[in-house]
């Protein structure tokens, strides 16, 4: 249910805007930015390239003189830049990881300088559909390439080499910030000390394409789309309908049946006074809250585009398979599965650690038994927490 047992909106709400994107003359909020590809274009994995990127970027702590007390934490699908802090203006939720990072937590900004990116394609003040095409000052849209995993973790080395780090302590991410964790250390093997991936994979498996195959094609059926062109509609008139069913798709995915069972059960928000279609139980408002409150902040196009990149990862493609790449990482890897999480079953984390096992690099594998399901990294910080502290602290004592 929505907060306060209050009666969750439905997703097709008339006040919800055509996209939820930051947009240039909004609150900045603690958003500082990067332009690239200003004198040269950027070229994508995939084919094309794009020119004058503007990458969102946040940071707490300060950075020490020589550099080594950097950590990059990656954010996941529909995460953004704000890891941590307030509910203020510019950002519409606190921070995604704000149990985990400050001072004192488990990346503690008191001694550690902690950076969070929003991935290129986002909606959060780096470039992505919602942008303006420096062609014609309107909105990418449809126009707007298909991005990897990769591309964006080149535009994180940029803003790496703008801060003057020259090797992070650590890259640490969940779910599809894992898979950008996992990324830095093949891409850059010598600019990276550590890795910590949390409930993620080496490849998006076959469940997990079909699953976000469904969510996509939700939004682009929603007839509010317009083939992507919907950015001068207003409240009430853009794909918030397909938006928010895609959210409501991948939410089921987030939990597990024990989480959803013994919070909601059967327990009705609409009476059964006779049966009518448009009677909702719980759960049903408790996913209709959901997709409403990701339809005020986020962009359908950027969703595409993210999540096309979430099914596109396999860190083997043209690399010699799984353990071509995994031969160039020459850095501890902490590795954490939620034993319920489904989306990203634990053996799928287990098959990175066993590959890094059989080739002789340090690497560990931590199971936390958990009912949360795929957003346990999320949930679970008193656990996930010490782990990766543990994890951080062993590093700077064997780097000593």
């Not at 702590?61 to 934490?73: C, K, M, P, Y």
Request: net charge negative.
């Amino acid at each position: 249910m929505a907060p306060d047992g209050a009666a969750p909106e439905r997703s097709g709400d008339k006040r919800l805007p055509a996209s939820g994107a930051w947009r240039p003359g909004d609150h900045r909020g603690r958003r500082q930015f990067l332009r690239l590809a200003e004198d040269r274009r950027f070229t994508l994995e995939g084919g094309g390239s794009l020119r004058q990127i503007d990458v969102a970027y946040e940071t707490w702590g300060s950075l020490d003189a020589d550099g080594g007390n950097a950590v990059l934490v990656c954010h996941a699908l529909t995460g953004d830049s704000h890891a941590a802090g307030r509910l203020e203006p510019g950002h519409a939720t606190s921070g995604w990881w704000d149990d985990l990072i400050g001072e004192g937590e488990a990346l503690d900004t008191d001694r550690l300088f902690v950076v969070c990116a929003n991935v290129l394609g986002g909606c959060q003040g780096t470039t992505g559909p919602a942008s303006d095409h420096p062609d014609d000052g309107r909105p990418y849209g449809a126009r707007f390439p298909v991005v990897s995993i990769r591309d964006m973790v080149r535009t994180q080395a940029a803003v790496a080499d703008h801060l003057g780090v020259a090797t992070w302590l650590s890259v640490v991410g969940g779910s599809m910030g894992g898979m950008q964790a996992l990324e830095w250390g093949v891409m850059f093997p010598n600019r990276v000390r550590s890795i910590a991936a949390l409930c993620t994979t080496p490849a998006a498996s076959a469940e997990q394409i079909a699953w976000s195959a469904i969510g996509r094609q939700a939004v682009m059926l929603d007839p509010a789309w317009n083939g992507g062109d919907y950015y001068d509609a207003g409240p009430g008139e853009g794909p918030h309908r397909g938006l928010a069913l895609a959210r409501e798709v991948a939410q089921v995915t987030y939990r597990s049946d024990e989480v959803y069972g013994d919070r909601f059960g059967r327990a009705l928000v609409d009476p059964l006074d006779g049966f009518r279609m448009d009677q909702r139980f719980q759960v049903e408002g408790y996913l209709d809250y959901h997709g409403a409150k990701l339809a005020r902040r986020f962009d359908a196009n950027s969703y595409l585009i993210v999540n096309k990149a979430m099914d596109l990862h396999d860190l083997g493609r043209g690399r010699g398979g799984l353990e071509g790449a995994l031969r160039r990482v020459q850095v501890p890897v902490l590795n954490v599965s939620v034993s319920s999480d489904r989306l990203y079953p634990p053996h799928l984390q287990r098959l990175t650690h066993d590959a890094l096992g059989s080739l002789g690099h340090r690497t560990e594998h931590h199971l936390i038994e958990s009912p949360q399901g795929h957003d346990g990294f999320l949930l679970e910080t008193d656990r996930v927490g010490p782990l990766v502290t543990d994890f951080l602290a062993r590093v700077e004592k064997d780097d000593a």
